[in-house]
């Protein structure tokens, strides 16, 4: 509140205000942040507070935005749903009894709700883009090396990425151009020139070739969601796009191969939370228990199952068979990418299969929570940017479309983004205030999928006196 009533002041004394000045902003807690605890949704690191700010929260505070909190994630981003987080499930605005998806459920969660009008997450592996998709908002995963990585807790480095979380490409646009840029404390970070992307959002698509990739659309596919994605087709291609239809033969092999170098790369990262240099110390006799112990109390299940896949992975005698063929497919998932680009702009699929799944769905059956990313980790294996934009609903639950850009292509992912927005009316939704219940569907057990809201009615004086009249005062919590 402080820094709000700052940026009050300057702009009534007629200062010059920086592009985000007094801009509400949450940010992922797997990001780094001097001023709140940074745990990555583990006991393991709960009350850690970092000693430096991310490089992302730098540009943050110097673009003028009001750091507001942290949110809720699975533990090291190791998770579809946030419900492996230590501090327990986040909930989808939409329908409480549904999970956000995850790692960045809270970002997206919060967002969606109102609770802030944009958030950071991270997208290893559809981390951004599916919990965007599960709570109808803009998710976008820029390029890897568009947005530095200093001071990101990470998971699997060579895929990890930072990313706006916002309620429309214009906002998304905006937060991208304070983040993006070279950074000399990240090895990876790309040293090329930064766009104007707000400049590149009113550019349309007429002439714009976007493909569309049957294998994305085949075997355990929702039918609404397939009808949703499919829609938001064709209106691109009303509003002047061609649609071409483009071939990914090795997407099949993404999620096995991204399970695979993730896993073996966790392995490697977590290692240094020990009970030694800083979190959670287990007491104990000798150093090698306070070592085990303090990962085995300070870790959660699927923390553990993946440093477990990951080291055997890595270990002698597996290391080719396993983590180097996995980095072999992983060439070729990027090659038939780059092949598909070479006759479209942008390729088109769902952001996830389904529409958001029950807490506890999936719990139990981590390779039926593993498929929720089926059409998003082959982005990050191939180091390209998307975006998920809300695209339509299924009994009151939203459903999010994957626009796929080239390397360091972001204007043209916001800018189709944009224009599906100005064409259809699913991202000025706005779930129920309380949560409790959803919205109705078109017609009871339908789907309101590819039928943008309408207008609605205007009331007449009279009609809007009555209701005034009958209205009674809210109480305030």
């Not at 072999?328 to 952001?351: K, N, Q």
């Amino acid at each position: 509140m402080q820094t709000a009533r700052a940026w009050d002041t300057r702009y009534a004394r007629g200062g010059n205000l920086p592009p985000l000045a007094g801009l509400p902003v949450a940010v992922k807690d797997v990001i780094c942040t001097t001023d709140f605890p940074t745990t990555c949704g583990s006991r393991i690191l709960d009350g850690w507070v970092p000693p430096y700010d991310a490089y992302v929260v730098t540009r943050l505070r110097e673009a003028g935005a009001v750091i507001i909190g942290k949110t809720n994630m699975d533990e090291f981003a190791m998770g579809s749903s946030t419900e492996n987080s230590a501090f327990g499930p986040t909930r989808n605005p939409w329908d409480v009894s549904r999970v956000p998806g995850g790692s960045s459920g809270g970002s997206a969660a919060a967002v969606a709700a109102s609770l802030a009008p944009v958030a950071l997450g991270t997208d290893t592996g559809g981390s951004i883009r599916q919990p965007a998709g599960f709570c109808g908002i803009v998710g976008l995963k820029p390029t890897y090396g568009r947005v530095s990585r200093y001071g990101l807790v990470a998971f699997a480095s060579s895929l990890d990425q930072i990313g706006p979380m916002t309620k429309t490409a214009g906002d998304a646009a905006l937060l991208l151009q304070v983040l993006a840029g070279r950074d000399v404390r990240d090895s990876t970070s790309a040293d090329l020139p930064v766009p104007l992307y707000k400049e590149a959002l009113n550019g349309g698509v007429r002439k714009l070739r976007i493909g569309i990739a049957a294998e994305a659309f085949g075997e355990g596919l929702q039918a609404d969601v397939r009808h949703a994605v499919s829609t938001a087709s064709r209106v691109l291609e009303k509003q002047g796009a061609e649609l071409v239809d483009v071939s990914l033969p090795t997407i099949s092999y993404a999620l096995p191969t991204y399970y695979l170098i993730a896993t073996s790369e966790a392995s490697t990262n977590l290692a240094r939370y020990d009970g030694v240099r800083y979190g959670l110390r287990a007491a104990s006799t000798d150093l090698y228990s306070m070592y085990t112990k303090t990962r085995r109390e300070g870790f959660g299940p699927e923390v553990k199952r993946r440093i477990m896949l990951g080291t055997y992975a890595l270990s002698a005698g597996y290391y080719e068979g396993f983590f180097l063929k996995a980095q072999r497919a992983r060439t070729l998932v990027r090659r038939d990418f780059l092949h598909a680009f070479e006759r479209v702009d942008l390729i088109l699929m769902p952001t996830s299969p389904t529409v958001p799944f029950r807490l506890g769905e999936k719990v139990e059956d981590p390779l039926q929570m593993y498929l929720a990313d089926v059409y998003t980790i082959p982005v990050n294996l191939a180091g390209l940017p998307g975006i998920s934009i809300p695209c339509g609903f299924a009994d009151g639950l939203p459903i999010g479309l994957q626009l796929i850009g080239r390397p360091f292509d972001e204007p043209t992912v916001l800018r189709a983004a944009h224009a599906y927005e100005q064409a259809t009316q699913w991202h000025v939704r706005r779930p129920p205030l309380d949560g409790a219940t959803k919205p109705p569907a078109t017609r009871s057990g339908t789907s309101s999928a590819g039928k943008p809201p309408g207008k609605p009615a205007r009331r007449s004086a009279k009609q809007s006196r009555a209701k005034r009249s009958r209205a009674k005062p809210r109480r305030r919590s």
